[in-house]
T-cell receptor, first 109, second 115 residues
Framework: TQLLEQSPQFLSIQEGENLTVYCNSS?????LQWYRQEPGEGPVLLVT?????EVKKLKRLTFQFGDARKDSSLHITAAQPGDTGLYLC?????????FGRGTQLTVWP | NAGVTQTPKFQVLKTGQSMTLQCAQD?????MYWYRQDPGMGLRLIYY?????TTDKGEVPNGYNVSRLNKREFSLRLESAAPSQTSVYFC????WGQGATGELFFGEGSRLTVL
């Protein structure tokens, strides 16, 4: 059983489109992180959210933490080819950090 | 600024052979981790070390051993490699342990194939 469910698993879109990826769980998290991983590299942290209902913006990326702290979403506006990568959410339900399986995003020019 | 350095980057083993993956960080972090990443499975924690001198099992520890040699270095050993251990292995470090909200810094990964 996967503690963090990410959807969709794969997403292939054209440059300029908007998209949302989701990270859901039945557990409550003290904090949740989003990482991006490019081919041949390790994941790199994008954001950490800690408060229910929190919204954080990072240029064209908007991260939201659910009110009940069980889910999160990542919205990208006007996607660019440079956004291509594997997006991983990670949460701490009971101290230890768990990762979701990731959403593989491909943005075509 | 090197961050987290892993060696080797690529390795091919035969079933039953042993090997050690090395990891070093230069950020003076207290905690270090070993993950494996398989297609469609995300990152799964093998072992972690919350601080120098301590190690604990993660989600998938079977077939692996670790050593926290000092504050900088954390090695992962496969005593008798099996094809199921074919994977990409990532070492990571953080200033504080798993319970904190801190960032994990990852190495570039070590791709291991067991024939």
């Amino acid at each position: 059983t996967q503690l963090l469910e990410q959807s969709p698993q794969f997403l292939s879109i054209q440059e300029g489109e908007n998209l949302t990826v989701y990270c859901n769980s039945s557990s409550v998290f003290s904090s949740l992180q989003w990482y991006r991983q490019e081919p041949g590299e390790g994941p790199v942290l994008l954001v950490t959210v800690v408060t229910g209902g929190e919204v954080k913006k990072l240029k064209r990326l908007t991260f939201q933490f659910g009110d009940a702290r069980k889910d999160s979403s990542l919205h990208i506006t006007a996607a660019q080819p440079g956004d291509t990568g594997l997006y991983l959410c990670a949460g701490r339900p009971l101290g230890r950090l768990y990762f979701g399986r990731g959403t593989q995003l491909t943005v075509w020019p | 600024n090197a961050g987290v350095t892993q060696t080797p980057k690529f390795q091919v083993l035969k079933t039953g052979q042993s090997m050690t993956l090395q990891c070093a960080q230069d950020m003076n972090h207290n905690s270090m981790y070993w993950y494996r990443q398989d297609p469609g499975m995300g990152l799964r924690l093998i072992y972690y070390s919350a601080s120098e001198g301590t190690t604990d099992k993660g989600e998938v520890p079977n077939g692996y051993n670790v050593s926290r040699l000092n504050k900088r270095e954390f090695s992962l050993r496969l005593e008798s490699a099996a094809p199921s251990q074919t994977s990409v292995y990532f070492c990571a470090s953080s200033e504080w342990g798993q319970g904190a909200t801190g960032e994990l810094f990852f190495g570039e990964g070590s791709r291991l194939t067991v024939l």
